[in-house]
């Protein structure tokens, strides 16, 4: 079970992507599933390596992140909650984005 994050789907990631202050959308995946499926203008850092490389994510811009589905999407999202940021989960991941 994921921990609970705040989350917002799809549609909500659409037009909060055209308001006035946009998410950096964070992709957490690993590369061979951009190659599949990307989500163009998204940053790349893989879940794996966030502990490491959260200090790249800017502070002062919200961010939306991105997984598959949603699980490793909520993992990054409670970590980068739990170091300062301003993170939402992307519900059900790309998979959802795609529908």
Known sequence: MHPQVPSITPTELTE????ERPPLVLDVR???????????????IPL???????????????????????TRSAYATSFLISEGFEAV?????ILACQS
């Open 16 to 19: 909060a992507l055209t308001s």
């Open 30 to 44: 690993e590369a061979d599933e951009l190659a599949t499926t990307p989500f163009p203008g998204a940053l790349h």
């Open 48 to 70: 794996g390596q966030l502990q490491l490389r959260h200090t790249e994510l800017p502070t002062g811009q919200p961010i939306a992140v991105l997984c598959r589905s949603g």
């Open 89 to 93: 989960n992307i519900a059900d991941g």
